[in-house]
């Protein structure tokens, strides 16, 4: 199976410039999750969607973070205005429903604001 | 709130040894945990899932040990080689259904 897939792979822009990065999951997973990691810390939760509904966004640092789903199928986050501290590599990663399925994460895109 | 701890940060070991990497957890209320490798510039590989109910899984020469009451995990690397070189990551997964990652091993296994 196609594991998940996130685009682009890098991206540089300016301070208060707006970005979007999509995040294709496992076809037929019901759950998507956003994770980053900002340079020197641990990888973190940012949001989960169960289909195309916000199960949990309690991660989402601000409101200049949004994440939506389309149809319960691809993910995109869109950061507006982007600020210097968001810089880092955001994951995204999908499970099939279950409690106990393992995840499965792409390869990240990592942002540089600068 | 849940906080993973892994030690060592940092390893370096001659190619052939066989070592271990730990991971501890505050919160054993898990419905499983799962072993990552990362290597430069690249995204997460899943090595080993275990389920709050198991208390080892194996996959070739890579062996991870569950011990959800003490709240800890060990990932075992036999003979190791400089192709196991990365950043190891232990996640548990709570009743949130989030992970909560530790910060890592650097494992450097020197030809």
């Known amino acids: 199976e196609a594991g998940v897939t996130q685009f682009p792979s890098h991206s540089v822009i300016e301070k208060g410039q707006t970005v979007t990065l999509r995040c294709d999951p496992i076809s037929g997973h019901d759950n998507l999750y956003w994770y980053r990691r900002v340079m020197g810390k641990e990888i973190k939760f940012l949001l989960h969607f169960v289909k195309e509904s916000k199960q949990d966004e309690s991660g989402m640092p601000n409101n200049r973070f949004l994440a939506e789903r389309t149809g319960g199928t691809y993910s995109t986050l869109k950061v507006q205005p982007a600020e210097l501290e968001d810089s880092g590599v955001y994951f995204c990663?999908?499970?099939?429903f279950g409690t106990g399925d393992g995840y499965t994460f792409g390869s990240g895109t990592r942002l540089t604001v600068v | 709130k849940q906080e993973v701890t892994q030690i060592p940060a940092a390893l370096s070991v001659p190619e052939g040894e066989n070592l271990v990497l730990n991971c501890s957890f505050t919160d054993s209320a898990i419905y499983n945990l799962q072993w990552f490798r990362q290597d430069p510039g690249k995204g997460l590989t899943s090595l080993l899932l275990i389920q709050s109910s198991q208390r080892e899984q194996t996959s070739g020469r890579l062996n991870a040990s569950l011990d959800k009451s003490s709240g800890r995990s060990t990932l075992y690397i036999a003979a190791s080689q400089p192709g196991d070189s990365a950043t190891y990551l232990c996640?548990?997964?709570?009743?949130?259904?989030?992970?909560?990652f530790g910060s890592g091993t650097q494992l450097t296994v020197l030809p």
């Open positions: 990663a999908s499970s099939h």
């Open positions: 996640a548990v997964k709570g009743s949130a259904r989030q992970l909560t």
